[in-house]
């Protein structure tokens, strides 16, 4: 059974970073494109940043690009969001998903992945 646990939410000021990490188990990982996605108080779920398996290569969002960077460490089955000069708009429920079929052109979609995390709480407020 595929597990997604998320990890390092939390409340920080504008300006600041944190870094998010999602521990995968009862998958072969790296088989797997892994992804972030978030989703605000009232709005739907929003394309964060992914990591494909097939090409090693990296998307982003384009409100976080730039100052966020996922990274996966293979040997711990872990993928990470660090997230730098954040912003009040960044507050959001943080989400990882996993899928070992997504294509690149639809790993932007939420319908690209079949396993989710439940999901870690960042506030950015003053």
């Known amino acids: 059974q595929v597990q997604l646990v998320e990890s390092g939410g939390g409340l920080v000021q504008p300006g600041g970073s944190l870094t998010l990490s999602c521990a995968a188990s009862?998958?072969?990982?790296?088989?797997?494109?892994m992804a972030w996605f978030r989703q605000a108080p009232g709005k739907e779920r929003e394309f964060v940043a992914a990591?494909?398996?097939?090409?090693?290569?990296?998307l982003y969002g384009d409100s976080v690009k730039g100052r966020f960077t996922i990274s996966r460490d293979n040997a711990k089955s872990t993928v990470i969001l660090q997230m730098n000069s954040l912003k009040p708009e960044d507050t959001a429920v943080y989400y990882c998903?996993?899928?070992?079929?997504?294509?690149?052109?639809?790993?932007?979609?939420?319908?690209?992945?079949?396993?989710w995390g439940r999901g870690t709480q960042v506030t950015v407020s003053s």
């Open positions: 998903a996993a899928d070992a079929g997504v294509i690149v052109s639809q790993m932007r979609f939420q319908s690209g992945y079949e396993h």
């Open positions: 009862g998958l072969t990982f790296t088989r797997y494109a």
């Open positions: 990591f494909s398996r097939r090409t090693g290569s990296t």
